[in-house]
Structures are given as structure tokens and as C-alpha cells.
């Protein structure tokens, strides 16, 4: 079976259907739509759909003639809060809102997958999950698929999902085992003080000093207290505080986020940043507290799993065409599947570098070459089929 010849087959069905989310994204949990769209698409290959009342996100399941282990396709389907730019005809006509992570190309490559695999049900050994999940980009939406029980009846052995990676030329796999991405950890820290008139600070404990100094010490953790090859990011994003420009503020409040991808590093400098952050404020006689929201752990692909799709893959994907990339800090919540099953995150090249400067993800330029849908199909579909055959 040539399953890359058939997915450029399809390639016309499926440039159609990208362009259509395209034209119509929806944000996270809003995504009622699109979560249509693919159950209508799923509807005409004959798949069973499930849904949840009042919720967006989706399940088809796709049962072999032949008993076996059960596999998990998984693609995000929310877009982002971005106006774009690109002059195309098939620019989303959703004001302010777009598809800038290649959330519609990984849904049509799952269902490129499914067209593809509906015509070899004959020789399928087990049971096709393709999960359609809402909210990656905010967050909640793997958590709450698994709550809705996608992962087992029947238990899913593993999962694989699909990411768009413009800086990867098209029919490039981007494949590597252990960290791929960052988790995070969403950082809240209010610091009161003592406000007062701006000519007469000697009468205050300033909290926009204190924020200021906090900032520069957490930074310092991070170039003398970390190791210069693992990774770690402190980012601050916003800082609140003051009504005007002669009053020094009673507080201020500020956001950031903690990226690391080494799980013992993780927790380390979750304490380290507390015990800092109550330490200058004290020292500037002022009172901090400190709150982190759970985030997403890192993606972290198995070796064995990464293994098998390295063998499985050489059937698609030229050899010299998968390439091991770094880790990155971005993150994603495929994480949360892996914790409860074995996954494994690949990056899709989706990347035209002839066409001069990539464009790049969460930016309003930001676009695919729609060929790589063909090899996106072909990877979902040959990684289901392989994986059941020898599981």
C-alpha cells in the first residue's frame, strides 16, 4: 500500500476542506463550526462520530474487520485572536480571529488519514481513534477530552499527533525522542507596599521598585544559578500598578510565565522563584505573594515509540527527510495525553524556503504550502496502520 500516493489523490479534497477553516476559524471553545464541518466530512466516510452536547471537539472511531490494540490520531482544531494579513482567497473572513498555528491543516491531515484508512478497514488489526480536540491554544482541551473519556472504551496504547513547522521544507518530518517541547507554568505575583505622594517617597515602600528589582533578580537565576545548557525561561508579560503619574501605588501585579523542559529543574526553580521573590519584597520592607496556575508539562516522546515511527515511516518519508530538530519552548497540551498513554509529537515541514523569508507561526503572514497535506495524511495514516499490525 502506497499511502502517500493516495493521499496526493486526495490532496484536492483536502486542500478544499483546510480552506474552508481557514475561512471560518473559531477560538477556543468556540469552535462549533468547525467541530461541524468535520463531523459532517467524518459522516460521508461511513465513521462512527461521537459528540458532547453543547461542547465543541470531536471523536470518530474507525473499527478494523480484524481484532487488535486500539491507536489514537489526534489534531487541534481552535484558531487564534490574530487579524490577518495574508491577501489570498481564502483569507479568514472571521474578523481579528485566524488560523496562524496550522490548526486547519492538522485537521485535514487526520482526516485525509481517515479517507485514506476507511479503504483498508479490511486489514486493519484493531480500532482508529481520530480525536478532533477544542482549546489547545488556551489551554483545558486535552484535559477535558480525557475527562470525556477518549483514551479508553476501547483503551487507546498510544496516541500521535501532527504539528505544523514552516521553518521545515515540505515532505520534511521533524522526529526526535525525548523533550520536544517546554512546559509552563503560568506565574502571578503581587507585591504591596505603601503608597503615597511621588514627592515624598521617603514615606512610601514603592512597589514598582520592587517589581523592578524582583524582575532582575529572577533573570539572574536563570544565567547564574541554571545550568548554561538546560533550558529555562522566565518571561513577564504584564505589570499593573498606578493611577496616575504623581501617586506612587499601594501594589502591583504582575504575570509572567516559567518555561523549562527538565522536570526536576521545573520544580526547583518553582521554589526558588517563591523563596526570591519573598525575599526582596522584605528587604524593600514590602509583601509579595506568589501563585502558580498548572500548565502544561513537557512533551516528552518516548525513545521506543520514536523508534517505531522511524521504521514505520521510511514507507512515506525519505530517510534523509527526517531530521532530529532541538527542543523548543513553546508548548502544547499534547502533553497531557502523554501522561496518561505513550505519544509521540512529529513536526510536519509545511515550509516553501524557494519563496524567501518563512512565515512564521502565531503571525498574521503566517501560511502553509498546502502540498504538505498529502505527506501530513500519509504519515497519520501509515503510523495508525503500522502500530496495529505489530502491536
Not at 159 to 165: E, K, N, Y
Not at 183 to 201: R, V
Not at 248 to 256: H, K, L, N
Request: charged share 20%; glycine share 8%.
Amino acid at each position: 500500500m502506497d499511502f502517500l500516493q493516495q493521499a496526493q489523490v486526495l490532496l484536492p479534497s483536502l486542500i478544499a476542506i483546510r480552506r474552508q477553516l481557514h475561512m471560518f476559524p473559531e477560538l477556543s471553545w468556540q469552535e462549533v463550526k468547525t467541530t461541524q464541518t468535520i463531523a459532517e466530512f467524518l459522516h460521508q466516510l461511513g465513521l462512527e462520530v461521537v459528540t458532547w452536547e453543547g461542547e465543541t471537539g470531536l471523536v470518530a472511531i474507525l473499527q478494523g474487520d480484524q481484532q487488535g490494540a486500539t491507536v489514537a490520531l489526534r489534531a487541534d482544531i481552535d484558531a487564534l485572536p490574530i487579524d490577518e494579513k495574508n491577501d489570498i482567497c481564502y483569507r479568514s473572513k472571521n474578523t481579528g480571529v485566524m488560523h496562524a498555528c496550522g490548526h486547519d491543516a492538522h485537521v485535514a491531515c487526520a482526516l485525509g488519514a481517515a479517507a485514506i484508512l476507511v479503504k483498508q478497514k479490511h486489514l486493519i488489526k484493531g480500532t482508529i481513534k481520530f480525536i478532533f480536540q477544542p482549546a489547545e491554544e488556551i489551554g483545558g482541551g486535552a484535559s477535558q477530552m480525557i475527562k470525556r473519556g477518549v483514551l479508553t472504551y476501547p483503551e487507546v496504547g498510544a496516541i500521535f499527533a501532527l504539528h505544523s513547522q514552516p521553518e521545515l521544507p515540505t515532505g520534511t518530518i521533524g522526529l526526535k525522542s525525548g523533550p520536544v517541547m517546554a512546559a509552563n507554568d503560568p506565574l502571578f505575583i503581587t507585591i504591596t507596599g505603601k503608597g503615597g505622594h511621588g514627592a515624598l517617597p521617603q514615606q512610601t515602600r514603592d512597589p514598582i521598585i520592587v517589581a523592578a528589582a524582583i524582575i532582575q533578580a529572577l533573570q539572574t537565576i536563570i544565567s547564574r544559578q541554571i545550568d548554561p545548557l538546560a533550558a529555562a525561561v522566565i518571561s513577564f508579560g504584564t505589570i499593573a500598578g498606578g493611577s496616575a503619574s504623581n501617586i506612587i501605588p499601594e501594589c502591583v501585579e504582575m504575570t509572567g510565565i516559567l518555561r523549562t523542559i527538565d522536570p526536576e529543574l521545573r520544580a526547583k526553580l518553582r521554589n526558588r522563584i517563591k523563596e526570591i521573590v519573598e525575599q526582596v519584597a522584605k528587604t524593600w520592607e514590602t509583601e509579595a505573594t506568589v501563585r502558580f496556575e498548572k500548565g502544561y508539562p513537557a512533551v516528552i516522546n518516548p525513545v521506543d515509540l520514536v523508534s517505531f515511527c522511524q521504521k514505520s515511516l521510511q514507507a512515506v518519508i525519505h530517510n534523509n527527510k527526517i531530521v532530529a530538530p532541538m527542543p523548543v519552548m513553546v508548548t502544547e497540551d499534547f502533553s497531557e495525553f502523554q501522561e496518561q498513554v505513550p505519544g509521540a509529537l512529529l513536526w510536519l515541514g509545511v515550509g516553501k524556503p524557494a519563496e524567501g523569508a518563512t512565515r512564521l507561526l502565531h503571525n498574521p503572514h503566517f501560511d502553509i504550502d498546502e502540498s504538505a497535506l498529502a505527506y501530513g495524511s500519509a504519515v497519520f495514516a501509515q503510523l495508525a496502520f503500522d502500530y496495529l499490525d505489530q502491536a
